[in-house]
């Protein structure tokens, strides 16, 4: 099994930053990749971005290319969101997430249903 706790989040003016973290316990070695979601209410969980657990390879969201970052700690098993420019459509519920699998080539997960464990969320709120 394996744990994720996230902290921050909050409320932020438009053209703000916020940085999200999220740590991971337990049988942190089954895991290959770590993802960020979010959620508005009414609507289906949306990809942010995703990163290796080596840190090598990332994959992001076209709507939150170029200002947000995903990266990792290895020495804390935490893996970070930090988000620049933030609009008021990015505001949603943010999860993370940890996904067991290895996959063949090059590829990246990003569908909801590829990841095994998931944070308890946090909400971010952007104000025009």
């Known amino acids: 099994q394996v744990q994720l706790v996230q902290v921050g989040g909050g409320l932020v003016q438009a053209g703000g930053s916020l940085r999200l973290s999220c740590a991971a316990s337990?049988?942190?070695?089954?895991?290959?990749?770590m993802g960020w979601f979010r959620q508005i209410p009414g609507k289906e969980r949306e990809f942010v971005a995703t990163i290796s657990w080596t840190g090598r390879r990332t994959r992001y969201a076209d709507s939150v290319k170029g200002r947000f970052t995903i990266s990792r700690d290895n020495a804390k098993n935490a893996v970070y969101l930090l988000m620049n420019s933030l609009k008021p459509e990015d505001t949603a519920v943010y999860s993370c997430a940890a996904d067991r699998t290895t996959y063949y080539g090059a590829y990246i997960p990003f569908m909801e249903y590829e990841f095994d464990y998931w944070g308890q969320g946090t909400q971010v709120t952007v104000s025009s």
């Open positions: 337990g049988r942190t070695s089954s895991i290959a990749f």
